[in-house]
T-cell receptor, first 110, second 117 residues
Framework: GESVGLHLPTLSVQEGDNSIINCAYS??????FIWYKQESGKGPQFIIDIRSNMDKRQGQRVTVLLNKTVKHLSLQIAATQPGDSAVYFCAFRGYSTLTFGKGTMLLVSP | DTAVSQTPKYLVTQMGNDKSIKCEQNLGHDTMYWYKQDSKKFLKIMFSYNNKELIINETVPNRFSPKSPDKAHLNLHINSLELGDSAVYFC????????????????FGEGSRLTVL
């Protein structure tokens, strides 16, 4: 049967590598950005957020970088683990909702 | 404790039928949402309710009718189901962070996979 994952941009890494997932946005008025992780069969879960007055924010093993000049957002995952395998979405705040970008599937091999 | 719960998790039905998906949140949030996720994993907003009032209604066929009996519940009723309605439907909730209605972090349910045959 069809594999949904093949329709998504996919990043394949080895366990222990660092991963970088990128996202572009078009609305220069966006002031708040979030990265979500969606594991198979589950709903998206919050990973980390950043406001437009910052260009970098760090969490546990994750870092989000924001480049407002080129409207680019990235998520860096250090020492990627098999449990990090999921689809990752960036999201941008708009009026009364969040707009999601296209997801990226991260596949981590042991 | 489940923060955002939706039922049923799976729903298989015939074209032309009417079905409902229920959603409840126990986070005390004032805003709830329905998103549709297609086979390519694209998440698209359908509706947004704030304190039981509709505030966002994207270009969704009027066969889809959300109902919010109170701010902790947002149900989705779909009439005359079509093949193209097959998708995973996610309920979510959030606080609105300002009088301007800017959304904060969304908390999602586990999704309801609808299959129309």
């Amino acid at each position: 049967g069809e594999s949904v994952g093949l329709h998504l941009p996919t990043l394949s890494v080895q366990e222990g590598d660092n991963s970088i997932i990128n996202c572009a946005y078009s609305n220069s008025a966006s002031d708040y950005f979030i990265w979500y992780k969606q594991e198979s069969g589950k709903g998206p879960q919050f990973i980390i957020d950043i406001r437009s007055n910052m260009d970098k924010r760090q969490g546990q093993r994750v870092t989000v970088l924001l480049n407002k000049t080129v409207k680019h957002l990235s998520l860096q995952i250090a020492a990627t683990q098999p449990g990090d395998s999921a689809v990752y979405f960036c999201a941008f705040r708009g009026y009364s909702t969040l707009t999601f970008g296209k997801g990226t599937m991260l596949l981590v091999s042991p | 404790d489940t923060a955002v719960s939706q039922t049923p998790k799976y729903l298989v039905t015939q074209m032309g039928n009417d079905k409902s998906i229920k959603c409840e949140q126990n986070l005390g949030h004032d805003t709830m949402y329905w998103y549709k996720q297609d086979s390519k994993k694209f998440l698209k907003i359908m509706f947004s309710y704030n304190n039981k009032e509709l505030i966002i209604n994207e270009t969704v066929p009027n066969r889809f009718s959300p109902k919010s009996p109170d701010k902790a519940h947002l149900n989705l009723h779909i009439n005359s189901l079509e093949l193209g309605d097959s998708a995973v439907y996610f309920c979510a909730s959030s606080l609105l962070l300002s009088a301007g209605g800017l959304a904060g972090e969304l908390f999602f349910g586990e999704g309801s996979r609808l299959t129309v045959l």
